[in-house]
């Protein structure tokens, strides 16, 4: 059978029936049609052990992949392959087995207390063109810094989902497809409530949280990339959105917060995946080893 019109029912069956989002449907599209062409397979009978391995031989050599890109390949074929078993088109899964690298442990990229106040002044003093970007985007970054939102979650954010007179934010089917509530800052409360007073002035209605200037609509993600970009040149800060999320996170332990809150408000499945901010900084390990019995000898 045609693997292309297989992997086409694939993509419908995790999309309607699984509930997989638009990312990780396009990272199944990208992954098969990578195979495909590589191996020059046209037919699922022409899947074997021996090409999936010079796939993967392939992409550690020539490719350079990293142990997380041979990683998402494998879960990604293994994920395909599964479901043409489960159709009857396989007779077993060939990745089933295959070997893969041990992950990386690599310490979470953060802002530094002194760089996130940084970061925020230099949103609130540019020079933009019209008062209403100030503070939305003020609002944008400090919801990132101060409630550690993913990017597709701020996006997708709605008015009705922000409650500043009860603290509080509706994160609605985030990653995993997973509700969850995060307490708000008094902090954070008073930017998204300057950003709303200034919302209103322009006559934004539109169901998003976060509205364009121009349209009545909610903010995009390639206006989102642009702002990043314009704020790295003006503050000479070293950072992507993602980064603010994990700047959140050690910030949060460092102030005193438990882990097992943090983990909730992350959205996280699993505490392990918490816990790997424990050892992003220094300033927490520190206050850790003052409790050293022999300090005071």
């Known amino acids: ?86 159709q009857g088109v396989l007779a077993s899964n060939p990745i089933e087995g295959m070997e893969k690298p041990k992950l990386e442990s690599r310490v979470a990229p953060k802002l530094t207390r002194q760089d996130s106040l940084r970061l925020l002044e230099t949103v609130n003093n540019y020079p933009y063109d019209n008062p209403y970007l100030r503070y939305r985007n003020h609002a944008i970054f400090s919801t990132f810094i101060f409630a550690g939102l993913r990017k597709q979650e701020l996006l997708k954010l709605k008015y009705t989902d922000v409650d500043v007179e009860n603290l509080s934010i509706f994160v609605r089917q985030g990653k995993g497809n997973k509700d969850r509530i995060i307490p708000m800052t008094y902090t954070l409360a008073q930017s998204l409530k300057l950003y709303l007073e200034h919302r209103k002035k322009i006559n934004r209605t539109c169901p998003e949280f976060f509205a364009s200037l121009n349209r009545n609509h909610g903010y995009t993600d390639s206006g989102l990339k642009r702002l990043v970009i314009q704020l790295r040149r003006a503050s000479g800060i070293v950072f992507t959105v993602h980064k603010l999320r994990h700047t959140f996170a050690t910030l949060m332990l460092e102030g005193g917060c438990d882990i097992y809150s943090l983990s909730r408000m992350m959205g996280h499945s699993d505490i392990i995946t918490t816990s790997r901010y424990l050892f992003a900084s220094a300033e927490l390990l520190r206050s850790q080893m003052i409790k050293h019995p022999l300090n005071n000898a």
């Open 1 to 86: 059978m045609d693997i292309q019109i297989l992997a086409q029912k694939f993509y419908q069956h995790s999309t309607v029936v699984r509930g997989y989002s638009k990312d990780t449907i396009r990272r199944y599209k990208y992954v098969i049609s990578f195979y495909c062409k590589y191996s020059g397979i046209q037919n699922i009978n022409q899947v074997t052990d021996a090409n999936l391995r010079a796939l993967f031989l392939y992409g550690r050599t020539e490719r350079n992949w990293k142990p997380n890109t041979y990683i998402c390949f494998h879960k990604s074929l293994l994920v395909f392959f599964r479901w043409c078993v489960s």
